[in-house]
């Protein structure tokens, strides 16, 4: 009677399945948008997704590239959904201006994402909810959290490099060889840990990680390796070694940060760091948005505290430490661009120490480092932390132009390859060429200033404020690589 009933069971599993790959299949066999080309054989499961067995340029043009028309415009299957892509920046500017928030994420990506950053992290938040907690972030990313990790950021450079020194001299004349990106990870850990919640992890201090970094860097690199396998990667209820150690991780890693957050929640000065300004924010908007959220208790907030700082941990500091990485690269390619950065750095130190007073070892303004950050900028443009990003309109969208002009309806996903988009000559001259100087120039007295053609290449507001924080960062560390320390560059 049991094996009757679980052959049973069984065989209506296996027809479910089976149903299930030919309703796959069959939708894969149709053109995703009628009227856009489209790309030959997609996989079963996760469609034109790019494929991971290849370099991610090549599985970029092999997608977005290869198959499209004219004006740059693809249809695809992203999963089992209808897709766009398109190539030139007029296309990408024009979704990103019609449909500001992002689209609903796939459920095996949501697996993953909640398992690193938490169930209610910024990346997973719909509608109202995202719109609040987005606000109190952007609050929070003030002028005054910019300055003061510019003034981190110089800190910790120094003690990365006084670190290596101190390696190099016990060396007693031994070759070392370290990963720059690896570095720069360590560094990059240190800013976010004392800009973002004012802990101090000394990793750069130590070269190596703290053990409560280290756990946050195995779930990272847990996230792309069952990113890469996503079936297998799924079930994390299963008791083996990868899901035990990625539970212990996860358990230190959350408590550490629950700690944190309710510790100063108790304090009465919530100090100036990231968190005390979300925590600032949170209160000042409960208020303004007690009548836009449909009843919801504001307490969600607090809940998703600890999510906010893992996601901006994940978001940005390995972000960071790949855009300085990519810049440092070009810098050592490029003596020309050396040169200009060794020059103006220079300049600003001794203006700046010209102009403090006895005793004062103020920092110069970052923005006085106009060539620096166009280094930065076009490090982060051809080179560009995502890969790419998807919205889900919410209106029509016109792409493409004369002939192939093609009216994208509403609820279409869209794929934007930011770094094909930052690579075409449709969209910058000398696409592949690392050129500070596009977006910048000297003026009648000598000195570096922004073209007018990239301040009309800005991004929207939000992304702004983030690459803002981004370029102020390595701005620091390359200001201190080039004008005081020679580690970065040996």
């Known amino acids: 009677m049991v094996l009757s009933m679980l052959l049973a069971l069984l065989a209506l599993v296996t027809i479910g399945f089976a149903a299930f790959l030919l309703y796959l299949k069959r939708k894969h066999s149709k053109s995703p948008l009628p009227g856009l080309p489209t790309p030959p054989n997609p996989q079963w499961l996760i469609g034109h997704m790019e494929d991971r067995t290849i370099p991610l340029d090549e599985s970029l043009k092999k997608i977005c590239l290869q198959h499209a028309n004219a004006s740059g415009v693809t249809a695809m299957w992203y999963f089992d959904t209808s897709c766009a892509t398109v190539i030139r920046y007029q296309d990408a500017r024009a979704i990103l201006q019609s449909t500001p928030a992002r689209m609903n994420m796939p459920g095996l990506v949501k697996k993953q994402l909640q398992m690193l950053t938490g169930p209610n992290n910024i990346l997973l938040l719909e509608g109202k909810e995202w719109k609040y907690h ?15 990790s510019h003034v981190i950021s110089v800190e910790a450079a120094f003690q990365l490099c ?12 031994d070759k070392i ?5 690896s570095l720069l990870q360590l560094l990059t850990m240190d800013i976010f840990g004392l800009a973002g919640f004012d802990f101090a992890f000394h990793n750069s201090r130590n070269l190596q990680w703290h053990p409560v970094a280290a756990k946050f860097q195995f779930m990272k690199d847990e996230y792309e390796r069952r990113m890469n396998n996503p079936m297998t990667g799924y079930f994390f209820g299963l008791p083996t070694k990868h899901n035990r150690d990625h539970a212990q991780a996860n358990k230190m890693v959350r408590s550490f940060i629950e700690g944190i957050v309710e510790e100063r929640s108790a304090q009465k000065e919530l100090g100036g760091d990231f968190l005390g300004n979300l925590l600032r924010a949170r ?10 959220m449909d009843g919801k208790s504001h307490d969600s907030i607090e809940d998703t505290m600890t ?34 950065i060794q020059e103006e750095i220079n300049l600003v130190w001794k203006t700046q120490e010209e102009g403090n007073e006895e005793g004062n070892t103020s920092l110069p303004d970052p923005a006085a480092l106009v060539y620096c950050s166009a280094v930065i900028t076009e490090a982060l443009r051809l080179y560009p932390s995502l890969p790419g990003f998807v919205r889900t309109l919410t209106k029509p969208v016109k792409v493409g132009e004369g002939s192939e002009e093609y009216t994208l309806p509403i609820d279409t996903y ?4 930011f770094w094909l988009i930052h690579r075409d000559e449709r969209n910058f001259e000398r696409a592949t060429d690392f050129l500070p100087e596009r977006w910048v120039k000297k003026n009648s007295e000598g000195k570096w200033e922004e073209r007018d053609a990239a301040k009309g290449k800005k991004q929207s507001d939000q992304q702004a404020v983030s690459d803002e924080k981004k370029v102020c960062d390595a701005d620091s560390v390359v200001q201190v690589g080039a004008g005081n320390k020679n580690a970065f560059f040996a």
């Open 162 to 173: 006084d670190a290596l020194e101190e390696r190099i001299q016990s060396s007693l004349g």
């Open 414 to 417: 869209t794929y934007m390859p």
């Open 134 to 148: 987005r606000t109190a972030i952007m609050k929070a990313l003030n002028r005054e959290t910019l300055e003061k």
């Open 177 to 181: 060889e370290v990963e720059l990106y």
């Open 283 to 292: 209160e000042d908007l409960k208020e303004a948005s007690s009548s836009k």
């Open 307 to 340: 999510d906010v700082i893992l996601t901006l941990l994940f978001a940005g500091q390995d972000t960071t430490a790949l855009a300085i990485t990519y810049a440092i690269l070009e810098i050592a390619r490029n003596p020309r661009v050396n040169k200009s």
